[in-house]
């Protein structure tokens, strides 16, 4: 079994990030393309469960009443979620 060093991961991982394609990121680093797409899989699953882990803890109406003021703007009366 060949194991990817963690410095290749990082390197593709980043790669990705600045939006290099799969293929052109396989010529830089040297890895199979399948390689890449799991990299990609899995660093989105991170990603994701980051964000539901961040979002869960977070007051739900006082934001909803921040944000619809901050599209509508003022003149537009809070709906009174954060009373």
């Known amino acids: 079994m060949n194991a990817l ?3 290749a991961k990082t390197q593709a991982v980043g790669l990705l990030c600045r939006g290099n394609s799969i293929r ?3 010529r830089i680093i040297g890895i ?3 390689t890449v797409m799991r990299l990609k899989v899995r660093a989105g699953e991170v990603c994701a469960k980051i964000r ?3 979002i ?3 007051p739900q109406w006082p934001l909803l009443d921040r ?3 901050a ?3 003022p003149a537009v ?3 009174g979620f954060a009373q």
């Open 67 to 69: 944000t619809l003021t």
């Open 52 to 54: 539901d882990d961040t």
């Open 32 to 34: 199979d393309r399948d």
């Open 77 to 79: 009366p809070l709906l």
């Open 24 to 26: 052109s990121i396989e």
């Open 5 to 7: 060093k963690i410095e």
């Open 71 to 73: 599209l509508a703007g």
């Open 56 to 58: 869960r803890r977070l």
